[in-house]
């Protein structure tokens, strides 16, 4: 059983649509995919209607914006009520403030570069959340850089001059939220310092303490010398270990099933969570 529960589509920062997510999936040889995007369950219903043809079963999820004494980072949400009220209005403040934000870099890069806020709308499906990545698209139509990943390495980046940042609620609200929503909360990629810095490990005990389910140990944005302590760490909390691709489509090199959650570790999520897995 191959199971990928970390993926993005054109809901947000990801290029294959969620139906398209659902056939690469199934074409891949994957058995249960994790659709995940940032700060928005837009995509789950067309993932639905995909899983029968695809033959490939759906976690539904999203990757929830969040941050840990100004530390951002990412909280996967999984299975819980999408009409949940302190959700909605989280989602509603972060998709907010990525729009500010975005606005905002855009028009300090538009003091250097040739870009603005229209040719980086024009990668932003209708009602996507906005991220750094479609403001990417657009410095490479533009020929400012080659690719996605060049316009991260200087000009996207969190040190960068036309870096700004955005709204998010703090982390163990964000857990609180999912876990009060029927669902359960993972740390999603939690020693990737080329993204972030990285969280104290006390963040982990608080998480835990709010009531983290797991952490995602097995993603290619973590150190590879982390990973024993990451794998330590859950152990004496109690927390489960993830794994998944983290797949944007053609929007970053990673491919779908790179990494994998075992069947064991996803039985006991969906024991303690409020929707289901959408079976073929
Ligand atoms: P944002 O959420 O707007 O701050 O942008 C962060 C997003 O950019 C992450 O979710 C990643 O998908 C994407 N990202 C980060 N680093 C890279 C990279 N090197 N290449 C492509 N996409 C990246
Ligand atoms: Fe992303
Ligand atoms: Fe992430
Ligand atoms: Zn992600």
Request: hydrophobic share 40%.
């Given at each position: ?12 920062d ?51 914006s ?9 909280m ?78 200087d000009?996207?980046r ?59 140990i097995?993603?290619?944005d973590?150190?590879?010398s ?55």
């Open positions: 059983m191959r199971i990928d529960p970390h993926t993005h589509t054109t809901r947000s990801g290029r294959s649509t969620p139906a398209e997510l659902m056939r690469e999936a199934g074409q891949a040889g994957i058995d249960m995919i994790g659709l995940t995007d940032h700060d928005t369950v837009a995509g789950w219903d067309v993932a639905a209607r995909g899983v029968g043809a695809s033959g490939v079963a759906l976690i539904r999820g999203m990757e929830i969040a941050m840990y004494h100004g530390i951002t980072l990412h996967l949400g999984y299975l819980f009520d999408p009409d949940n009220s302190a959700i909605q209005r989280h989602v509603r403040e972060v998709r907010d403030s990525r729009v500010n934000r975005a606005r905002d870099m855009v028009d300090r890069l538009s003091r250097d570069f040739p870009i603005t806020w229209a040719d980086v709308q024009r990668h932003i499906e209708p009602g996507a959340t906005v991220g750094r990545p479609h403001i990417a698209d657009a410095l490479v139509e533009a020929g400012v850089v080659p690719d996605r990943g060049a316009a991260f390495t000009l996207l969190a040190s960068s001059p036309y870096y700004v940042w955005h709204q998010a609620a703090e982390a163990s609200e964000a857990i609180e939220w999912i876990n009060g929503a029927g669902g359960r909360a993972v740390f999603a990629h939690p020693a990737a310092p080329h993204r972030n810095r990285i969280v104290p490990p006390e963040a982990f005990e608080e998480f835990a303490e709010a009531g983290l389910f797991g952490i995602e097995d993603h290619r973590n150190l590879e982390a990973k024993p302590e990451l794998a330590a760490m859950a152990d004496r909390l109690g927390l489960a270990r993830f794994g998944s691709s983290d797949y944007h489509g053609l929007g970053k090199p990673n491919r779908l099933g790179e990494n994998t959650t075992s069947q064991a570790v996803i039985e006991a999520l969906t024991q303690s969570c409020q929707l289901e897995v959408l079976y073929p």
